[in-house]
């Protein structure tokens, strides 16, 4: 026999929670999408910059990690067009998407760690959206979800 609930309250056993996490997931994942579609045309206008001028960039003679900026401009470039076409797979919901976001998000995280001397404060604003982007694609979206 089905228990009475009170108004406003789900059944034993069911989680009241659903629509809320799922709205969570959703949101998450478009705002993933959003956060690599702007990351991935910044990353292209940081790597053209990189390769339209070496004198763009204050050189860094000290730093472990000696890279020409240019070859670390087209780098990036490559990034940059793949997390672009990522983000734009992710608002159309394609799991290819999600899992070249993840792997592009990983790439952009460590590409902006080595970029750290060159520009520090947008590098750490880039590894936190990167750091969130992972985030949002990994969480578990089970609840409520049939498209993937």
Do not use: C, E
Request: aromatic content about 10%.
């Amino acid at each position: 026999m089905a228990q009475p609930t009170a108004p406003g309250h789900a059944p034993r056993g069911t989680s009241g929670h659903s629509g809320r996490s799922r709205a969570w997931a959703v949101g998450g994942t478009v705002f993933a999408g959003v956060v690599l579609v702007v990351n991935g045309l910044l990353d292209i206008l940081k790597g053209i910059t990189a390769v339209a001028s070496d004198q763009i960039y204050t050189g860094i003679d000290d730093y472990v990690f000696r890279f020409n900026l240019t070859a670390w401009g087209w780098a990036l470039l490559a990034v940059g067009v793949i997390a672009l076409a990522a983000g734009l797979g992710l608002l159309a919901d394609a799991l290819w998407a999600r899992i070249v976001g993840v792997t592009m998000a990983s790439l952009s995280l460590l590409a902006n760690f080595l970029w750290l001397p060159y520009q520090p404060l947008w590098a750490v604003v880039s590894i936190g959206l990167g750091a969130w982007v992972i985030w949002a694609l990994t969480a578990n979206r089970s609840v409520g979800s049939s498209s993937l």
